[in-house]
């Protein structure tokens, strides 16, 4: 299946083969067939954006629920955003938050800014500022920029912090650093 794999990804990016979506997609399926999570990733990815093939979310996100169910990060966290938004499948933020927080205890970045914005927000769980902080702290120490600048938003407001200005400046500051965050 590895191989199967890596022949898929030569074909999609044209490496050492002419590039070919069609070579790809056939290769990929082979490797997924025999359960390899990177390739069923792969294809939704493919779905997702429509390479070489017509661009389907609700296939997009079978094929990332099929490698998330298998403990890939990165399908974890795109089922997770595609049920936030509600791409291809229904919308549900509850679904949303246990796929993003399967991500985000692996150490992903993105996912751990999301699960701050859902608790933030009390989208799908209930709203708790001190988890949602903590939530952004994990991706700030990874260097988020947004993570960071929404510290400092929380720590000016005292949500989930006492409120702080100084707090508030220091975030506010890293995040300027770090290419200011929105």
Not at 82 to 92: A, E, K, N, V
Not at 155 to 160: D, N
Not at 163 to 176: E, G, P
């Amino acid at each position: 299946a590895s191989a199967q794999y890596n022949l898929g990804i030569m074909y999609r990016n044209g490496q050492g083969v002419p590039q070919n979506y069609t070579q790809a997609l056939q290769w990929y399926l082979k490797a997924a067939d025999q359960g390899n999570a990177k390739a069923m990733f792969n294809l939704g990815f493919i779905y997702l954006h429509g390479e070489g093939v017509a661009q389907d979310y609700r296939l997009s996100a079978d094929w990332f629920r099929k490698a998330a169910e298998k403990g890939y990060e990165d399908a974890q966290l795109k089922l997770g955003m595609m049920h936030l938004i509600g791409l291809g499948i229904t919308q549900d933020y509850h679904e949303a938050a246990t796929w993003l927080l399967k991500a985000a205890e692996q150490g992903n970045i993105e996912a751990q800014n999301s699960l701050g914005d859902i608790y933030r927000n009390g989208q799908g769980v209930p709203q708790n500022y001190i988890q949602a902080f903590q939530w952004y702290l994990k991706a700030s120490k990874q260097g988020h920029t947004d993570a960071l600048n929404t510290l400092g938003v929380m720590s000016a407001k005292g949500e989930g912090v006492a409120k702080n200005s100084v707090l508030a400046h220091i975030f506010y500051n890293l995040a300027a650093a770090n290419g200011d965050g929105t």
